[in-house]
């Protein structure tokens, strides 16, 4: 049984100042959970003004946790790498207690070389910076006093205070796009989150990750979060005409390809697509983006499909739906998001019931 909830970059909008922008986004939550959303997650991104506003997203969770209390909430991702893990850990640890537990902690190594650049780490050390984080965070959290001198990190006697709420510690999540490091998740029993791809590679991912983690000796459910952009509107028609401009925004601001005046054409996103990810998304047009499952975009019943395709590809437990991207307006975004739990989920709950496999909202 999948979940839903929502994934929020927490976009600059033209005209709206941050303190006001903030204010949005936080009424944007409790509409969310009003709607039955069960899981609510930012991103952590530096030195931008537009693409997302949140270089401190556990302060902004901190602000929403007591308005929404019936939200998970978590960040996707925590970039490990441009991290003390000390004060991180002391962090999470903090916002855990204040949530009661309804805290996850999404770890990554990011895909900005620009944010590498401007805090001068070699992005090549992100993959040790990261692991070594990571293990470092977990023996605070579980040990305690703790000793560690490592190759990027030091501490002598640290303590951790206050302890999580959740014990051993709040569940991990890592955002993973190669086998890789979907494999290093699965041996430590770390949920994982993917964003775009195709049904068919989404269910390759999600049996190299049970296979990895079910040899490592695990057993339970394997964690699987999937993340796409949507946009619901009366026809197909209407839905791709609407997002052509706003997704493509949003594309322009990943990729950091900022160009002004770029028709969003087919062959632009191509380009733009392209870039992303170093050249592993790959390279779509903005209809092979909708005709592969890889942004969600149509009528109620067109994303109802589109859903229940990626349910049906692998195990999800929650989807996590964008539902504010680009340049899209707040009006838009509201409907967009009101549209996907009243018009949307009751299809997919539908649609999956009869395979023996209900969505839950």
Same mark, same amino acid.
Request: charged share 25%; with cysteine; glycine share 8%.
């Given at each position: 049984?999948?979940?839903?909830?929502?994934?929020?970059?927490?976009?600059?909008?033209?005209? *709206?100042d941050?303190?006001?922008?903030?204010?949005?986004?936080?009424?944007?939550?409790?509409?969310?959970?009003?709607?039955?959303?069960?899981?609510y997650? &930012?991103?952590?991104? $530096?030195?931008?003004? !537009?693409?997302?506003?949140?270089?401190s997203?556990?302060?902004?969770?901190?602000?929403?946790?007591?308005?929404?209390?019936?939200?998970?909430?978590? *960040?996707?991702?925590? *970039?490990?790498?441009?991290?003390?893990?000390l004060?991180?850990?002391?962090?999470?640890?903090?916002?855990?207690q204040?949530?009661?537990?309804?805290?996850?902690?999404? &770890?990554?190594?990011?895909?900005?070389?620009?944010?590498?650049?401007?805090?001068?780490?070699?992005?090549?050390?992100?993959?040790?910076?990261?692991?070594?984080?990571? +293990?470092?965070?977990?023996?605070?959290?579980? !040990?305690?006093?703790?000793?560690?001198?490592?190759?990027?990190?030091?501490?002598?006697?640290?303590?951790?205070?206050?302890?999580?709420?959740?014990?051993?510690?709040?569940?991990?999540?890592?955002?993973?796009?190669?086998?890789?490091?979907?494999?290093?998740?699965?041996?430590?029993?770390?949920?994982?989150?993917?964003?775009?791809?195709?049904?068919?590679?989404?269910?390759?991912?999600?049996?190299?990750?049970?296979?990895?983690?079910?040899?490592?000796?695990?057993?339970?459910?394997?964690?699987?979060?999937?993340?796409?952009?949507?946009?619901?509107?009366?026809?197909?028609?209407?839905?791709?005409?609407?997002?052509?401009?706003?997704?493509?925004?949003?594309?322009?601001?990943?990729?950091?390809?900022?160009?002004s005046?770029?028709?969003?054409?087919?062959?632009?996103?191509?380009?733009?697509?392209?870039?992303?990810?170093?050249?592993?998304?790959g390279?779509?047009?903005?209809?092979?983006?909708?005709?592969? +499952?890889? *942004?969600? $975009?149509?009528?109620?019943a067109?994303?109802?499909?589109? &859903?229940?395709?990626?349910?049906?590809?692998? +195990?999800?437990?929650?989807?996590?739906?964008?539902?504010?991207?680009?340049?899209?307006?707040?009006?838009?975004?509201?409907?967009?998001?009101?549209?996907?739990?009243?018009?949307?989920?009751?299809? &997919?709950?539908?649609?999956?019931?009869?395979?023996?496999?209900?969505?839950?909202?």
């Amino acid at each position: 049984m999948a979940r839903f909830g929502v994934w929020d970059l927490v976009h600059a909008r033209a005209g *709206v100042d941050t303190a006001d922008l903030y204010a949005q986004h936080l009424e944007e939550m409790e509409l969310a959970q009003a709607l039955g959303f069960s899981e609510y997650w &930012v991103a952590e991104h $530096i030195f931008h003004r !537009e693409h997302s506003v949140l270089p401190s997203p556990n302060v902004f969770l901190a602000a929403a946790a007591a308005r929404v209390p019936q939200l998970r909430l978590g *960040v996707l991702v925590h *970039v490990l790498p441009l991290h003390d893990p000390l004060r991180l850990a002391g962090e999470c640890a903090m916002l855990d207690q204040l949530t009661r537990g309804r805290i996850c902690i999404g &770890v990554g190594r990011g895909a900005r070389l620009d944010e590498y650049r401007r805090l001068g780490i070699d992005q090549a050390t992100s993959r040790g910076r990261f692991e070594e984080a990571l +293990d470092l965070m977990l023996r605070l959290w579980t !040990e305690d006093r703790v000793d560690h001198e490592g190759s990027y990190y030091r501490c002598y006697g640290a303590t951790l205070a206050p302890q999580p709420y959740q014990r051993p510690h709040p569940p991990l999540v890592m955002a993973t796009v190669g086998d890789e490091s979907l494999e290093w998740a699965a041996r430590r029993a770390i949920g994982i989150a993917r964003g775009p791809e195709t049904a068919a590679a989404l269910a390759r991912a999600k049996a190299g990750y049970d296979a990895a983690y079910r040899t490592a000796g695990h057993r339970g459910r394997p964690s699987l979060r999937i993340m796409r952009q949507v946009y619901v509107a009366a026809t197909d028609a209407e839905a791709r005409e609407a997002a052509r401009p706003w997704l493509f925004r949003f594309f322009q601001l990943f990729a950091g390809l900022d160009r002004s005046g770029v028709p969003p054409t087919n062959e632009a996103y191509a380009e733009l697509t392209g870039a992303a990810l170093g050249g592993r998304f790959g390279r779509w047009t903005y209809d092979e983006l909708i005709d592969n +499952d890889l *942004v969600l $975009i149509g009528s109620p019943a067109r994303v109802a499909a589109q &859903v229940e395709r990626l349910l049906r590809a692998a +195990d999800v437990e929650t989807f996590l739906g964008m539902f504010s991207f680009g340049t899209m307006p707040r009006a838009a975004a509201l409907t967009n998001l009101q549209r996907f739990a009243e018009e949307v989920l009751p299809q &997919v709950g539908a649609g999956l019931a009869e395979t023996g496999a209900p969505a839950s909202p």
